[in-house]
């Protein structure tokens, strides 16, 4: 089951974890796509690229927020998995609504979107088979 990362593509943090994640040892089944990307343009509804969070696509549904980041870390299996058993899921949201409003304050932005067209993991403009 492939799993798709849909990011923001100027936010620093978002691209770091996003690099981190590319290189992660069990990666082969994810892959990323910008929100500015035409790729994520076509996979999602317009109202999606408005909002201020991460989404991952899995088994052709549509996760966010916590849940999209728990079950990037389940995929993985990463040991921070677990740790979404220790707090509600409203507390993990609220958690994840503070760092988006204010990650690029905290970490930064960039000018442009810039991602590595020479890696397959990466949908940009093209259909994944």
């Known amino acids: 089951m492939r799993l798709i990362i849909f990011y923001d593509g100027v936010c620093l943090l978002c691209s770091k974890l996003i690099d981190f994640l590319s290189r992660y040892p069990e990666n082969s089944l994810i892959y990323f796509s910008p929100l500015q990307s035409p790729y994520a343009q076509k996979e999602l509804d317009q109202k999606y690229h408005l909002q201020n969070t991460v989404f991952v696509k899995y088994d052709n549904k549509l996760y966010n927020k916590s849940e999209a980041v728990f079950l990037i870390l389940k995929i993985i299996k990463h040991p921070l998995r677990f740790s979404k058993y220790l707090?509600?899921?409203?507390?993990?949201?609220?958690?994840?609504?503070?760092?988006?409003?204010?990650?690029?304050?905290?970490?930064?932005k960039k000018e442009h979107c810039i991602f590595p067209k020479d890696n397959p993991q990466f949908l940009i403009d093209e259909q994944l088979n």
Do not use: S, T
């Open 87 to 108: 707090l509600p899921n409203v507390v993990w949201n609220w958690g994840y609504d503070l760092i988006a409003r204010k990650r690029y304050l905290w970490f930064g």
